[in-house]
């Protein structure tokens, strides 16, 4: 039986690359990805199969890595980070839920054997560059609303600044969506200080990487483009100085053991 490998292949570093995700790459004769993430891929595409469908096109992503596997060819659906993680994953098992319920037409679907193979998230790589961001509760929120009606979001932006976590933004811009990651600013203004520490990370661990600490009060949408990961640390983050080196880290408490 052929099978599917639903896999996330990190921010973008080859050495982040799961070694699970790069066992499954070398045996899958074809690729599904968008094609900037295939470029990325770099020295492990040779000999590859390449099935580049551009942004928008998720669902015939989807759709052709189930076809794929289903006539025999061992296929990997590939993301950045992982592909659990507002990606591909989704798309995947909800089409199958479409299928057992009738109202797909391809019962070929069914006989795939899927693996899943996890990948190091955005937030992740984004916490690592600071330090230890992420180092008690948190969340993500993604603020676009192609998808989740912004209702929704604006609901999930209070209940978060509410809980006091720590909130890593996806998609917090782009060229159609300029003010909602400003209006996220402000709600979570309501609850912790302008001085809260938070990170943008750009291009995280590739070779345009940019990282810059900055605080909620003076975070702006206009310093924020589609390849960026913002992270906005909850009422007790820190962040600290040692010589020409920044850090942002989020205790847990254990200062009542120190």
């Known amino acids: 039986m052929s099978k599917l490998f639903v896999m996330g292949m990190g921010p973008g570093d080859l050495g982040l690359v799961a070694p699970n995700a790069t066992k499954a790459l070398a045996v899958c004769s074809d690729w599904v990805a968008y094609g900037y993430y295939l470029d990325l891929l770099g020295e492990l595409s040779k000999g590859k199969t390449f099935h580049n469908l551009p942004l928008g096109e998720e669902i015939g992503r989807a759709r052709l890595a189930l076809d794929l596997a289903a006539q025999g060819k061992n296929t ?5 980070g992982d592909i659990g993680i507002y990606a591909m994953a989704t798309l995947v098992f909800e089409l199958l839920d479409m299928q057992l319920q009738g109202k797909e037409n ?18 992740q790589a984004g916490a690592s560059r600071v330090g230890a961001m992420l180092g008690h509760d948190f969340c993500t929120i993604s ?7 912004w209702e929704t979001i604006d609901k999930r932006l209070h209940a978060c600044g509410t809980g006091d976590f720590v909130v890593s933004f996806y998609n917090p811009v782009s060229k159609k969506r300029d003010w ?4 996220a600013r402000d709600v979570l203004l309501q609850y912790r200080p302008a001085s809260t520490p938070v990170m943008i990370g750009r291009q995280l661990t590739r070779p345009e990487e940019e990282v810059t600490f900055t605080t909620l009060g003076e975070l702006d949408a206009k310093d924020v483009d589609m390849f960026t990961m913002v992270s906005v640390g909850n009422s007790d983050t820190k962040h600290i100085v040692n010589g020409e080196k920044n850090w942002i880290y989020t205790p847990r408490g254990y200062s009542k053991k120190l």
């Open 143 to 149: 603020l676009s609303d192609l998808l989740t009606p």
């Open 76 to 80: 990997a659906l590939i993301s950045s």
């Open 180 to 183: 909602q990651l400003n209006h």
């Open 106 to 123: 391809h019962p070929e679907w069914l006989d795939v054997d899927i693996e899943v193979i996890p990948g190091i998230s955005a937030m």
